[in-house]
């Protein structure tokens, strides 16, 4: 007989991390699936993420994500730098998960451009869409 808590500590222990450059923004995108508690702070730590800042990131995955879907995190310290955590690897044929991949990925992209002085108007919108869709393709090859 299987322990269920063991078997979900199980596959929070296992993770994944990748990287998605955007260079003509000079910014990036870091994927988080999964994870320990430590496994988050090491990732925080190597991104060069502040010390307190990397310690309240990690707490709040540890106490805010167990029933959430993906969050983006986007350190002060680290202000190039942008978080999308899933608690688990996201199924890439669930409709609603899609949903939720998109409308994390449209956070990240309203950062990285926020960030560049690129405000939404009628005249950038195309580099909002084009940077959502880079993002969307590259985060497809990764988990494909």
């Known amino acids: 007989m299987s322990d269920p808590f063991f078997t979900e500590a199980l596959k929070m222990a296992q993770h994944e991390c990748f990287h998605i450059l955007v260079p003509q923004w000079h910014a990036r995108l870091i994927v988080i699936i999964g994870g320990t508690y430590e496994q988050h702070l090491e990732i925080f730590r190597k991104r060069r993420v502040g010390k307190e ?35 688990k690897r996201p ?12 409308h994390e990925l449209l956070h990240v992209t309203v950062g990285i451009l926020t960030k560049s002085d690129v405000r939404l108007t009628a005249a950038s919108e ?7 869709g880079h993002l969307m393709q590259e985060f497809w090859k990764r988990l494909s």
């Open 91 to 102: 199924s890439l044929t669930s409709p609603v998960t899609v949903g939720t991949i998109a």
């Open 53 to 87: 800042e990397a310690l309240d990131l990690a707490n709040y995955l540890k106490s805010e994500m167990k029933h959430n879907a993906a969050v983006v995190l986007q350190p002060n310290t680290r202000p190039r730098a942008q978080f999308v955590y899933f608690p």
């Open 126 to 132: 195309e580099a909002y869409t084009y940077l959502h």
